[in-house]
T-cell receptor, first 118, second 115 residues
Framework: NAGVTQTPKFRVLKTGQSMTLLCAQD?????MYWYRQDPGMGLRLIHY???????AKGEVPDGYNVSRLKKQNFLLGLESAAPSQTSVYFC?????????????????FGEGSRLTVL | DAKTTQPPSMDCAEGRAANLPCNHS???????VYWYRQIHSQGPQYIIH???NNETNEMASLIITEDRKSSTLILPHATLRDTAVYYC????????????????FGSGTQLTVLP
């Protein structure tokens, strides 16, 4: 059981380049999230998804796009990378129970993807 | 969701209990208290959560005061592997069916377990 897997784990981009981070989960979770974490700071939510085919903006969505074409995958795209997007990106998933997943609030995180934009 | 206040850092001797405090004085009646931790360079890990009763699992115990304005996470026998940043998060119940309640991570408490 792999849990939440992120690829790639490391990437260096030049300003203006584009790339996609892939998150895959094998737990059949409804909800998926993308967070970023800058040095010495907590995690900030970029985008999230409550189910296949749906996405929503989080706290810091600008400069990113996401897609959830399959339930198990959540893609984070940077169309034109900027140095301010240098960060560690974490994907997470959680299970829906009952009317709302709040009964657990237990997010499973991947190991992170370290992105550097020069 | 209510805000939380945690000390930026704490030390604990290996084998002793680590007691991590969290203040959430503006917590509402329908808000849960969650604890996560993040070991250096890894993804955060869920530890425990509670509403108003004390909770215990294989990792830790959560003590919530009667007025719910503060809580304490207890690691009963801290080991060096417990060195991590610990996040206390307050999160409300969700709304309509299908809505997601995001977890907001603050700066947390850096716990260092000393040999």
């Amino acid at each position: 059981n792999a849990g939440v897997t992120q690829t790639p784990k490391f990437r260096v981009l030049k300003t203006g380049q584009s790339m996609t981070l892939l998150c895959a989960q094998d737990m059949n979770h409804e909800y998926m999230y993308w967070y970023r974490q800058d040095p010495g700071m907590g995690l900030r939510l970029i985008h999230y998804s409550v189910g296949e085919g749906t996405t929503a903006k989080g706290e810091v969505p600008d400069g990113y796009n996401v897609s959830r074409l399959k339930k198990q995958n959540f893609l984070l795209g940077l169309e034109s990378a900027a140095p301010s997007q240098t960060s560690v990106y974490f994907c997470a998933s959680s299970e829906r129970r009952g009317r709302d997943f709040v009964n657990t609030g237990e997010l499973f995180f991947g190991e992170g993807s370290r992105l550097t934009v020069l | 969701d209510a805000k939380t206040t945690q000390p930026p850092s704490m030390d604990c001797a290996e084998g002793r209990a680590a007691n991590l405090p969290c203040n959430h004085s503006t917590i509402s009646g329908n808000e849960y208290v969650y604890w996560y931790r993040q070991i250096h360079s890894q993804g955060p890990q869920y530890i425990i959560h509670g509403l108003k009763n004390n909770e215990t699992n294989e990792m830790a115990s959560l003590i919530i005061t009667e007025d719910r304005k503060s809580s304490t996470l207890i690691l009963p026998h801290a080991t060096l592997r417990d060195t991590a940043v610990y996040y206390c998060i307050v999160r409300a119940r969700g709304g309509s069916s299908g809505s997601a309640r995001q977890l907001t991570f603050g700066s947390g408490t850096q716990l260092t377990v000393l040999p």
